[in-house]
């Protein structure tokens, strides 16, 4: 069974940056994917940015996320990141690490293609 771990999240004004941490429980060499996504209150799960954590580290973001959003993996200690830049009250939200096994790095971003996550941190951000 796979465990997920996410830290990092809190409360921060707007302008601030916050870097979240997920901790993965496999085989740190695994090839996975992992991705981040956020929920807002009564919106439904999107997400944010995914990498895979094998060979390249290619790395995809949703529209919303590019520019001040960035992911990142540390394949000895098996974290992904999440460094959010310019934080905006938008932002605010449940973020959620995911994972799913991949071997070709085609690592997307619907909710539905990952089968491990994370209880979730929160983000809320004040203006």
């Known amino acids: 069974q796979v465990h997920l771990a996410e830290s990092g999240g809190g409360p921060v004004q707007a302008g601030g940056s916050l870097r979240l941490t997920c901790v993965a429980s496999?085989?740190?060499?695994?090839?996975?994917?992992k991705a981040w996504f956020r929920q807002a209150p009564g919106k439904e799960r999107e997400g944010v940015a995914s990498?895979?954590?094998?060979?390249?580290?290619?790395?995809s973001y949703a529209d919303s996320a590019k520019g001040r959003f960035t992911i990142s993996r540390d394949l000895d200690k098996n974290h992904a990141y999440l460094q959010i830049n310019n934080l905006k009250p938008e932002d605010t939200a449940m973020y959620y690490c995911?994972?799913?096994?991949?071997?070709?790095?085609?690592?997307?971003?619907?909710?539905?293609?990952?089968?491990?996550w994370g209880q979730g941190t929160q983000v809320t951000v004040s203006s």
């Open positions: 995911a994972s799913v096994t991949s071997y070709d790095g085609g690592c997307s971003l619907e909710p539905t293609k990952y089968t491990h």
């Open positions: 496999e085989y740190r060499y695994s090839p996975t994917c």
């Open positions: 990498i895979w954590t094998a060979a390249s580290g290619k790395t």
